[in-house]
């Protein structure tokens, strides 16, 4: 189809005119004068399968957005293009680049002729070799992939550019070079090279002072003669990037008048407008990574998690990563900049930014942070470590290759609790509730009593109420006691489905004889079969999930019981067109208000959850310990959420031993490890996104049929250090060590995977630990 736009041609006319007849006497002789040099095979195999611009497909580079579809997150793709069409460029580089390249571009008939008898004549007589082309020729060898001053490439080029010349405006001509030709420091077209250099673009409908201008063309036109340096003399022959070197510089200079020279015999500038423009010193300093830029920052985990969610939708099933990458692609995903950055300054233990309690600690510390919209399953947030090839302590996703990448899953202690506790909320259980809850106490239908090898259940931490506490009192104390017995009352199956239906899709099991925690997809059986997995201990945090998952829990809760599927993509378009869009959709947990205002009421009273900034808010600690040990841990969470955020944040490290200070303290809990961080977060997370606290209050739960009622502003018991005790806390006993059978056809928010994870390297599943 034919360009549309005018196109200043010679004098500033405009050359759009129909196709027209051409005299091709002098083409025809110089190829046969060349095919008689090079053979009327070769010929006749040039004249069948020269390419034409209908059948390039240019790799154009992607880029990632945040939420808001302006921010650039990262950009993707081999080569670094954008491609704008002919129409929509501004005059700049249209000029420029015929100034520079070819003056004649308007009136030739896409061969230089002199050019290819010169060539003929050389081959024939065994003369020298020579060069120089058209624009059209140029383009040419480019779709062509021709390299190289030989006769056979010439012959070819002067054909490609008469075929070109023949089915195509100089306008569309134009526009495929511009598109096209590379400009140095891996942009290729006029636009990358306006935004690598400039930092502008050359979008005729973006804001003047945008655009790119008249003088800035000029010195991105005059790299197109050597946009690279040489190799072999980097020094010597610099070529024409003013970055380089002095006498790059210079070069870029001489050639920056060159083409305002002949900028004026075109009659695109007046002698006057000449004599005004001055040479800009704006250009930007060479950036190695200008085309892939980003990926190394903590959001590269977030564009692994993007390329993992995609490759399970439509366009995109089956397709390798090429197709996303080189696509030209506009992914906006569902990460809030504000709350990103919130997440990274709070969960990147390494920066001034985050909370005082982690800063300055031993280097295998490790943090990681994820936040999820209630009611959307939107990820907000991510951190899952500070580089985007490095190791995601956040999550896992699938490569290209269908294996799994990732570190995310950690035992999550007390914190696993919620899911109990709103499993119980469901059944009717109410939260006032009294449970036998002393220190120690056998369970024999669990294994756990004092002849066993694990012992029976013993609190981590101690509560006022004891031995006769109620649920929320437990709660808030984190008894495990209590919390054992509550999981044999539902029936592990119940805890199960409770964390699956909100969120938790994976969860890994300890199989005898096996070093690593093996994944079971929680979605793959009815909760009853995949139960058989697990034992009791589920229901106090002995299994390994992800943040991820963990996060898109809470949000549920927060939701009041409506889950989402957690997912990163927004929306997928290319040249305005949609490609693909989320799929929103919830569904119900079965919750009641009443329910969701009991579990609210009991977690707003974990004294770690309480936020200084006027929202109300619910949360829950969790620590899980090293070993057989008591007093050291090595994992620590917190989780939790208000009406319009939910997050999860564990704390741990990254070669599995106990956390200890930089002052060779082991006093390292939920509560004071990840807890700071969270509530760092959600306190300026929640203040950026400038909402409404009091449009998101919980309700009051109305406890029917119990009494007496405790009152709302009962203090909680202390959450103080816990006691060491000289019995081991719980350990595994897994029912069933057979591996999980993987799900099929079940849709998700994330394609389905089924390699294993490679082990967590912060988890020793032979070892006896147990939460707190």
């Known amino acids: 189809m034919r360009g549309t736009g005018e196109t200043p041609g010679p004098a500033g006319a405009t050359t759009a005119s129909p196709k027209r007849k051409r005299r091709r006497l002098p083409v025809v002789l110089a190829v046969c004068v060349l095919l008689a040099g090079c053979g009327l095979v070769?010929?006749?195999?040039?004249?069948?399968?020269?390419?034409?611009?209908?059948?390039?497909?240019?790799?154009?580079?992607t880029t990632v957005f945040y939420a808001d579809g302006r921010t650039p997150m990262a950009k993707l793709g081999a080569q670094n293009r954008t491609i704008v069409p002919y129409d929509q460029m501004n005059d700049s580089a249209k000029q420029a680049i015929v100034a520079a390249e070819d003056r004649t571009f308007w009136t030739n008939r896409g061969i230089d002729f002199k050019g290819v008898l010169r060539a003929a004549w050389a081959n024939v007589s065994g003369g020298q070799r020579q060069g120089a082309s058209t624009l059209t020729q140029q383009y040419a060898r480019i779709a062509a992939d021709l390299r190289g001053v030989t006769y056979s490439r010439k012959l070819r080029e002067a054909v490609i550019a008469w075929k070109l010349d023949d089915a195509y405006t100089k306008e569309e001509i134009l526009g495929f070079y511009l598109n096209t030709v590379p400009f140095g420091r891996g942009a290729y077209g006029i636009e990358a090279?306006?935004?690598?250099?400039?930092?502008?673009?050359?979008?005729?409908?973006?804001?003047?002072?945008?655009?790119?201008?008249?003088?800035?063309?000029?010195?991105?036109?005059?790299?197109?003669?050597?946009?690279?340096?040489?190799?072999?003399?980097p020094e010597g022959t610099p070529g024409y990037d003013p970055r380089r070197n002095a006498l790059a510089k210079q070069n870029s200079i001489d050639r920056w008048n060159y083409i305002r020279d002949g900028m004026v015999k075109l009659g695109y500038l007046t002698s006057q407008q000449a004599a005004d423009l001055a040479y800009p010193d704006t250009v930007r300093p060479i950036d190695k990574d200008a085309g892939r830029s980003d990926l190394d920052r903590p959001t590269g985990l977030v564009v692994n998690h993007v390329l993992a969610e995609l490759r399970g939708t439509e366009p995109f099933r089956g397709k390798p990563d090429e197709v996303i990458r080189d696509g030209g692609y506009r992914i906006v995903t569902t990460i809030d900049k504000r709350v990103q950055d919130a997440a990274e300054a709070a969960a990147d233990?390494?920066?001034?930014?985050?909370?005082?309690?982690?800063?300055?600690?031993?280097?295998?510390w490790q943090a990681a942070l994820v936040a999820v919209e209630p009611g959307t399953g939107r990820v907000l947030g991510y951190y899952g470590g500070d580089k985007g090839s490095g190791a995601d302590y956040a999550g896992w996703y699938s490569d290209e290759d269908g294996q799994a990448r990732g570190f995310g899953q950690h035992p999550p202690g007390s914190s696993f609790k919620v899911y109990d506790l709103a499993a119980a909320v469901r059944d009717g259980i109410s939260v006032k509730e009294r449970f036998d809850s002393p220190d120690t106490k056998e369970f024999p239908a669990s294994g756990r009593t004092k002849g066993s090898a694990a012992g029976p259940i013993r609190n981590a931490e101690r509560a006022p109420c004891q031995p006769d506490c109620a649920l929320w009192e437990a709660t808030v104390a984190s008894l495990n006691v209590t919390y054992f017995e509550l999981t044999e009352r539902l029936g592990t199956d119940k805890v199960?489905?409770?964390?699956?239906?909100?969120?938790?899709?994976?969860?890994?099991?300890?199989?005898?004889?096996?070093?690593?925690?093996?994944?079971?997809?929680?979605?793959?059986?009815?909760?009853?079969?995949?139960?058989?997995?697990?034992?009791?201990?589920?229901?106090i945090g002995q299994y390994g999930i992800t943040v991820q998952d963990h996060a898109n829990g809470m949000a549920t809760f927060a939701a009041g019981g409506q889950r989402a599927d957690a997912h990163f993509v927004r929306s997928v378009s290319k040249d305005d067109e949609e490609v693909w869009t989320e799929q929103l959709r919830t569904t119900?947990?079965?919750?009641d208000r009443e329910a969701v205002d009991q579990l609210d009421w009991t977690l707003r009273r974990v004294r770690a959850a309480k936020l200084d900034n006027g929202w109300d808010s619910a949360g829950k600690t969790g620590t899980w310990q090293a070993g057989k040990s008591t007093t050291q841990n090595v994992h620590t969470w917190m989780v939790g959420w208000t009406g319009a955020l939910a997050s999860a944040v564990w704390l741990g490290t990254t070669d599995g031993k106990p956390l200890r200070t930089s002052d060779g303290s082991y006093d390292v809990y939920g509560s004071t490890g990840?807890?700071?961080?969270?509530?760092?977060?959600?306190?300026?997370?929640?203040?950026?996104?400038?909402l409404d606290p009091g449009k998101y209050r919980f309700g009051e739960p109305k406890f029917p049929g119990d009494t007496p009622e405790p009152t709302a502003s009962?203090?909680?018991?202390?959450?103080?250090?816990?006691?060491?005790?000289?019995s081991p806390s719980p350990?595994?006993?897994?029912?069933?060590?057979?591996?999980?059978?993987?799900?099929?056809?079940?849709?998700?928010?994330?394609?389905?995977?089924?390699?294993?994870?490679?082990?967590?390297?912060?988890?020793?599943?032979?070892?006896?630990?147990?939460?707190r």
């Not at 990840?674 to 996104?689: G, L, S, V, Y």
């Open 193 to 233: 090279a306006a935004q690598t250099y400039f930092g502008k673009t050359v979008r005729r409908d973006a804001p003047p002072e945008r655009q790119l201008t008249q003088a800035e063309a000029m010195v991105l036109c005059a790299m197109v003669k050597q946009p690279e340096a040489d190799p072999a003399d």
């Open 731 to 771: 350990s595994p006993t897994p029912s069933s060590p057979s591996p999980s059978p993987e799900p099929t056809g079940r849709p998700t928010s994330r394609p389905t995977l089924t390699p294993t994870l490679p082990p967590p390297p912060t988890i020793t599943p032979t070892r006896t630990r147990g939460p």
């Open 42 to 61: 070769a010929g006749g195999y040039y004249f069948d399968s020269v390419p034409t611009p209908s059948d390039l497909k240019l790799p154009e580079s």
């Open 588 to 591: 119900d947990l079965g919750l």
């Open 349 to 364: 233990i390494r920066r001034d930014t985050a909370p005082r309690a982690v800063r300055g600690q031993p280097r295998n």
């Open 674 to 690: 990840a807890a700071p961080i969270w509530r760092q977060f959600m306190t300026k997370a929640t203040e950026a996104m400038k």
């Open 714 to 726: 009962a203090p909680p018991p202390s959450t103080a250090a816990p006691t060491p005790s000289d």
């Open 496 to 539: 199960i489905e409770m964390a699956r239906q909100a969120g938790v899709e994976s969860m890994w099991e300890t199989v005898r004889g096996n070093p690593r925690p093996q994944r079971v997809d929680l979605r793959s059986d009815p909760a009853n079969e995949v139960a058989k997995r697990f034992s009791t201990e589920v229901g």
